[in-house]
């Protein structure tokens, strides 16, 4: 059992739709990452929040909307996806490695991700 | 800025045969290691970590990994693989940046146990 629930498991939509991505943790991390992946790559890092503030934007096209509403949940809307976005997108939440609590050692902790497929 | 290379995409070892998986890293500050397990259809889960301290670090499922500063790799190892161990295998460095860590992964190792 993962500690970060993401939530649908799957998801098939057109590229008209509008859809959201969920992510829940309650370890008490103040730090959240989006991340997609490809079949056969790595995971790419696509937003990362700090204290519910977006700290990162790796240049993700407008259509990825990222929200995060308070500590323990982060989403990710979508909006006119194209086929080529079908992907894994995996969520991650990690304790927050800066002082005053020095956490650095702390790992990032994985969801089982939300398989998106784009028609 | 960091970088993970993992030398090999795939690696077909039968079971009960001992295994390394190889990764290199650069980086010109300070870094955490680590190597994930990626399932079919899942996320990926922690297999050890090295961050400080003694070099050789144990994780689960009877995996092992060794830090070597001077030749800058942290080559993952099991004595005897199950089926069970087939999956992808990610090398990643991890650096603080502020209040988030930022995590470059290496392009993953499928491991595919032969019976």
């Known amino acids: 059992d993962t500690e970060v629930t993401q939530t649908p498991k799957h998801l098939v939509m057109g590229m008209t739709n509008k859809k959201s991505l969920k992510c829940e943790q309650h370890m008490g991390h103040r730090a959240m990452y989006w991340y997609k992946q490809k079949a056969k790559k790595p995971p790419e890092l696509m937003f990362v929040?700090?204290?519910?503030?977006?700290?990162i934007n790796e240049s993700v096209p407008s259509r990825f909307s990222p929200e995060c509403p308070n500590s323990s949940l982060l989403n990710l809307h979508l909006h006119a996806l194209q086929p080529e976005d079908s992907a894994l997108y995996l969520c991650a939440s990690s304790r927050t490695p800066s002082p005053p609590r020095w956490e650095g050692n702390q790992p990032q902790h994985f969801g089982d991700g939300t398989r998106l497929s784009i028609l | 800025a960091q970088s993970v290379t993992q030398l090999d995409s795939q690696v077909p070892v039968f079971e009960e045969a001992p295994v390394e998986l190889r990764c290199n890293y650069s980086?010109?500050?300070?870094?955490?290691l680590f190597w994930y397990v990626q399932y079919p259809n899942q996320g990926l889960q922690l297999l050890l970590k090295y961050l400080s301290g003694s070099t050789l670090v144990k994780g689960i499922n009877g995996f092992e990994a060794e830090f070597n500063k001077s030749q800058t790799s942290f080559h993952l190892r099991k004595p005897s693989v199950h089926i069970s161990d087939t999956a992808e295998y990610f090398c990643?460095?991890?650096?603080?940046?502020?209040?988030?860590?930022?995590?470059?992964f290496g392009i993953g190792t499928k491991l595919q146990v032969i019976p």
């Open positions: 929040y700090s204290y519910e503030k977006l700290s």
């Open positions: 990643a460095v991890r650096v603080n940046s502020g209040g988030y860590q930022k995590v470059t």
């Open positions: 980086s010109s500050v300070s870094v955490y």
